[in-house]
């Protein structure tokens, strides 16, 4: 029995579906056989056949991590079975999240699913010329509490589909720099609460970021879509900072490499 390169198939991640009931080993995560498979398997009979998920776009051989699953070919080149990878890591894609809302948005859930490092989310939010808070009646940015229970934070959203979708309060636009500049004493930021996957974001490393001089203009201004103050939302699941796994069963807290850890 050999093993041969894993394939890319971003198509193969909806799930087995009938096919499964003719697989051994089969699982509710099997994704469907394609067809690139089916063709490496009559070339290469009793063979194992892995799948990487597409997200992970590497050089080189991909991480255990990475790989959704292996298929192996019987001895007439017809996929016979298959094997879970207990060390897969769903991406955002194969959990059914939303495609991001922006370059933030991407990368926290490229952070908050392994694919991608934490400081690309500093980076990115460093790169926003504005962004929206909730504010008090003294106009002062609004406090609330991390998921944790413990951690002080103030929600920030970088993207007005967050904003509008976390309830009908009023806002303001600000330069993330002043946003830091009026946060509370021992406050963090807390990105897009009402995101598939939301992120505290310590502030010393955006300070850093936005000292460095990485700030340039979006390509998509926040304040075209911002209006009214207080914006006419339906409903939204604010104050969220879990991500569920639906092959794992599990929520999980979840904070960049360059942030506070809610782990």
Request: aromatic fraction near 4%; hydrophobic fraction near 40%; charged fraction near 20%.
């Amino acid at each position: 029995m050999e093993s041969v390169a894993a394939t890319e198939t971003p198509e193969a991640l909806a799930g087995g579906g009938a096919e499964a009931q003719q697989i051994e080993g089969a699982t509710e995560n099997m994704p469907p056989v394609p067809d690139e498979i089916r063709e490496a398997a009559k070339l290469a009979p009793d063979h194992w056949l892995g799948m990487v998920d597409p997200t992970w776009n590497g050089e080189g051989a991909p991480p255990a991590w990475a790989v959704v699953g292996q298929w192996r070919s019987g001895l007439d080149g017809e996929i016979v079975e298959w094997q879970d990878n207990e060390e897969y890591r769903p991406s955002p894609k194969a959990l059914g999240w939303p495609e991001p809302a922006d370059d933030v948005d991407a990368a926290v859930q490229l952070a908050a699913t392994g694919y991608g490092p934490g400081e690309d989310v500093t980076r990115a939010l460093a790169e926003l010329s504005q962004a929206a808070v909730f504010v008090t009646p003294g106009g002062d940015p609004l406090s609330a509490t991390a998921p944790d229970g413990e951690t002080p934070v103030v929600p920030l959203f970088t993207s007005p589909v967050y904003l509008h979708t976390s309830g009908r309060l009023a806002f303001e636009l600000m330069p993330v720099a002043d946003v830091l500049d009026r946060l509370p004493e021992g406050h963090l930021l807390y990105l897009n609460p009402s995101a598939p996957v939301s992120m505290t974001v310590e502030t010393d490393a955006l300070r850093e970021a936005l000292a460095q001089g990485t700030v340039e203009a979006p390509g998509e201004d926040m304040a075209e879509h911002a209006a009214p103050a207080r914006p006419a939302t339906t409903s939204g699941s604010a104050g969220t900072a879990r991500r569920t796994s639906e092959r794992r069963g599990a929520a999980e807290d979840v904070s960049s490499e360059t942030v506070q850890s809610l782990l």
